[in-house]
């Protein structure tokens, strides 16, 4: 098969004009950027296509790219949603459960909005840790050393250490699921200060926006319910996550989805995962590794590139992705966590 590009986007916004200017993501002039740029070296696909090729039948055409939007953003209906329409293009748009069902915020975005709304995040490190040490007597927590030796480094998608650990901490790292949720509220209401209904309304989109846009041919797929580390589950709680992401694909197509895309919330997934994401009847399955699809063969454990892997402009010379420009071993993942 010809090569398959996979580019993934989360915030697309008018950054410089928005209350929270340090949000990582694309401007909209970047983005119309990207697109100039992949209309003129690509030729953008959908996943019907994609689930057709991995079968044997129609093969995907020369330089295809898919586009991929997480998270289930209102900028994905306001911004994305008419300049795909304008450009003849399809996009595939894949929203958690739980926040098209509107009044939550979740936890990891929550994260990027207290630092986008803080300047020193050293300072922000040291307040985290603080919050950890009020609650030292109910939960057993490592060290401040020891976390600080673990976790204090810069990132591979480019964060500083006092911010990398942050995300650390608050995401994955070694608090027990209810303690970092707490904390991560507490961080919320201190640094954003805007109730989380009222915030949700405006970053998530809803079920009808969903659907006006399934109605003007684009593709929506799963994320999750609740947006969870899939791998970090057991495998009861793994089928519930995956029946209600499908339950909720029901809800926004009118009926019972069909070779359905499951991408996996922060990438995260494993060998239960897969299996029963195929069992539910998901044809194909979105990672955040680092790569593009050369076979098909592996349709479930799809490579994609973030929006930062390509030129920002239409005039910009395609780039040669191979394992040694991305300097990456075949198997070695991009990090999850953003």
Known sequence: MSALTIVMYHYVRDLARSRYPGIKGRTIEEFEGQLDHVQKHYTVTTTRAVVEASRGGRPLPPNACLLT??????????????RLLARGLSGSFYPPAVVANGGRVLDVHKIHFILAATEDHAQLAHRVIQLID??????????????KAEHWSAS????????????????????????????????????????ESAFAREL??????LRAMV?????VGG???????LDQLGDAEQRREIIATRAFLAEVHGGD??????????GAHDETTVRLVADAGA????????????????PLRLPRLDTNDLPLRGDAAPVAWTIEALNLSAAAPVAAAR
């Open 204 to 209: 998530y989109m809803d079920l009808p926006q």
């Open 283 to 298: 044809a194909l399955g979105l990672t955040t590794d680092k790569g593009i699809v050369r076979d098909l063969r592996a």
């Open 257 to 266: 989805p069909v070779d359905w895309v499951m991408c996996y919330p922060y």
């Open 215 to 219: 109605r003007q041919g684009m593709e």
């Open 134 to 147: 009020a609650r030292r007597r109910d939960v057993h927590v490592p060290p401040t050393e020891a976390l």
């Open 223 to 229: 994320h999750g319910a609740e947006h969870v580390w």
């Open 156 to 195: 591979g998608v480019g964060d500083g250490p006092p911010t990398a650990f942050i995300k650390r901490i608050l995401q994955r790292a070694p608090l027990p699921p209810e303690i970092r949720s707490a904390i991560t509220q507490a961080l919320f209401e201190e640094r954003v200060g805007v109730e």
């Open 69 to 82: 939007f997480d998270d289930g953003f209102l900028d994905h209906y306001t911004i994305v949603f008419p």
